[in-house]
């Protein structure tokens, strides 16, 4: 991809896979421009600008602010533990599919890819994989290139972090472990830096696979990692 060839809008920039994609962005030369979609100020760390809309759900009012973008890194989500289902519904599909929608309208031409995750299946009797199956099914109904990416555990790297109080223990002392499993077993764990990285290469790609499984993301990002410093 060209250097300074792609205009990117972030969704989840403050989460823990958004602030991994944001650092891939703004360490990648073909990446010209990246904007956060936040609903409050300050959400995105480091280099780029922010989009601020309170409310996902009506982001359609802001169809004009939505235009000239090529690719929408779609990040944002509700944690899958402790998330009761009318809520989670409404955060994973619902305003993911407002976003989606307004923002394939603004950007015919450009690539949608929405972070799901491994296993993902609409006919799932596990309710947060049987809701990101739905979302999925939709976003592949929108009428640009989506990409579904499904990443297994999600390691945060140096300077990123969650930021649910229950999870923090979790990710501070789980990371050596969760390092040595992303590198002895790559189908299994990947770090939201490769997500950056692998959402960057695809965006640049004609024709994207339409899913990318846990291992394809590791390797992806293992092939255009000379663009990140």
Known sequence: MATGALRVLLTGAAGLVGQGVALACQRSPPVANLTALVRRPGSLKGSGSELIVPDFLRIQERQDD???????????????????????????????????????????????????????????????????????RALQELPVRTVMLRPGGVRPVEGTGTRHPLLKPLYWGGAPLMKLAGAMAPSLMTSNLALGQAMIALAGREHPPATVECADINRIAMDVSDLVD
């Open 66 to 136: 939505l235009l000239g973008f090529d690719a929408c890194f779609y990040c944002a989500g509700a944690p899958p533990v402790g998330t009761a289902e009318a809520e989670y519904r409404r955060v994973t599909l619902d305003t993911t599919l407002a976003v989606a929608r307004a923002w394939a309208t603004a950007n015919p031409q450009g690539c949608f890819l929405y972070v799901s995750g491994a296993g993902a299946d609409a006919r799932s009797r596990v309710m947060p994989l049987r809701v990101k199956g739905e979302t999925e």
